[in-house]
């Protein structure tokens, strides 16, 4: 089943709704997506690609908070915890 990418932010977006910012865990102001280089060091099948959604904060996305390589560095580690055990 194909979604449209619309739908999908719509559903994520839902989903997600109230869970903390990701990086420093205050109620977040919206929505990021994550689409990583190697899918497949997230969990994603040879060949297909991963979309990884979570929520953020104001204060951690303003301009010079390196917001982007936190939430990379943060959900490499979920990652790699999630598969090691």
Do not use: W
């Amino acid at each position: 089943m194909e979604i449209e990418y619309q739908e999908m932010m719509e559903v994520m977006a839902h989903r997600l709704a109230g869970e903390p910012c990701v990086i420093c865990g205050a109620p977040s102001d919206g929505m990021g997506v994550f689409v990583p280089d190697n899918p497949e060091e997230y969990g994603a099948a040879a060949g297909k690609c991963r979309f990884i959604f979570y929520q953020i904060c104001d204060k951690c996305r303003a301009p010079g908070t390196k917001a982007l390589e936190t939430v990379e560095a943060i959900l490499m580690q979920e990652f790699t915890q999630t598969t090691m055990n």
